[in-house]
């Protein structure tokens, strides 16, 4: 009897699939180094909030690891480490890896734009004696979830002279914030019979930048034209200049540790920066056989479209670029090459269970997932991983003993969403999407666990440098 009872735990653990929980799995050591790496990412997400700001970080990292600019006319010998900046939002970085080209490059590709509410080009108005912008969101929000959340600006005006102003305000201690109000429950009574939707429209996402009038005399609008003095006196700008500016609010709460076992991160735009560092900084510590290409892309969240979206030709541009260091064409290098889409996917969330198929999700803490396909309905808008693909990538997280799970973006028909990763299978490529799990995805506050960033990182590193 008892004998029997073994033989099926045996057979059961040999030929049943479960993913395992890393907090379970993980020693000690471990444990403590992948404490260690979110450190480093926690500042990070700090730190850089828009593409433009991931740029220049990325930049500044990559300059101290000995990376220099991309010259598309130079050749490059095995090891060096070059990068390229497409117009300050969105860059790849390469190293230059022993094997020819023609043997195909090894690409991973995250976003570093987050959902977020930009200024309008006409954003600043004064209503009931407080001054105001106007603003437009920007990719998928729950728009209710923005009110009463402090927020920060950040980006860039261009001046009438053609110079150009950067703006962060909000984050240091002693910054102010911006804010944008809801209704009293006492007076909600209306509001509260609105569908979702509609609880807090677009029009009413309206962001308090100030109260106090400019002293003087009959002129109208004079709290607006007090908060405009305090900017020209500020930056030298006048109204008009926000024509010719990108601005944007973000959520302007400070990262955390989340739980009494601080197992978890909180902060704003996890998606993607959470698949972005792990993804920088395993380009600048590989040393690859086959060249390593990372992207940090701009625009995923609102299609990819545009100069600085996967969905644009720079990449292909890029690759064709080093190919003809080896007198190549770019298709050559491309249809050898294999990418990890970096991408976030949904977590299992125990409050919500009725949109994910629990066989099929990924869980907090269970690794990186792999997320074989997205789009939506009937596997529409997504690119597929073949079998084989999937099987490379399968052999070589196992070979590495790196924690990973599989899941798909809620149940069948439930939503949907995708990723950047069909633009780059378009160009002939191997893709999967490999990324991190969140809970309250394109929140003002997302939730990651720490052993899962972690894991994003070796895989990264793993694929970079596959022998
Ligand atoms: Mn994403
Ligand atoms: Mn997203």
Redesign the pocket.
Known sequence: MSDKKTDAKELAKKLFYKPVNAGEELGKKELKKADGFCEGYMDFLQTAKTEREVVEYTVEAAKKAGFVPFESDKNYAPGDKVYYVNREKAVILAVIGKKSLREGVRIAAA?ID??RLDLKPNPMYEEGEIAYFKTHYY??IKKYQWPTVPLSLHGVIVKSDGSKVTVNIGEDKDDPKFIITDLLPHLAGEQMKRTPGQLIRGEELNVIIGSRPFKDDAESDRVKLNIMNILFEKYGIVEKDFICAELSLVPAFPVSDIGFDRSLIGGYGH??RVCAYPELMAALDCEPEYTAVAILADK??VGSDGNTGLNSSYLKYFIEDLAHMEGLPGRDVLRKSTCLSA??NAAFDPTFPEVTEKRNCAQINKGVVITKYTGARGKSGTSDASAEYMGKIRRLLDKEEIIWQTGELGKVDAGG?GTVAMYIANLDVDVVDLGVPVLS??APYEVVSKTDVYMAYRAFLAFFNEK
């Open positions: 976003h987050s959902p990719g998928g998606d993607d995923e969240e991408d976030v969403g995805m394109h």
